[in-house]
């Protein structure tokens, strides 16, 4: 399933709140685990990095679930 994020007034937002807010994850605690397992990949690579900094136009894989920022 495909979904698009819309950043309001800023440039990027952090991976970890990017899988809260979004409610692929229900906490911020459980977004960084799932992130520190290497089960988020971003742009179609794994990343271990929990407050990656997501921009326009990047996209986010968890789950079988696809945000792209937009």
Same mark, same amino acid.
């Given at each position: 399933m495909m /979904? /698009?994020?819309e950043l309001r007034d800023t440039e990027f937002i952090e991976l970890n709140d @990017? @899988? *809260?807010v979004t409610g692929l994850c229900p906490s911020g605690g459980v977004a960084k685990a799932v992130i520190a397992e290497g089960l !988020? *990949? !971003?742009?179609?690579e794994v990343e271990l990095r929990k407050r990656c900094k997501i921009r326009q136009g990047q996209h986010v894989e968890f789950e079988g679930q696809e945000i792209t920022v937009v």
């Open positions: /979904e /698009e994020f @990017l @899988l *809260k !988020v *990949k !971003v742009d179609g």
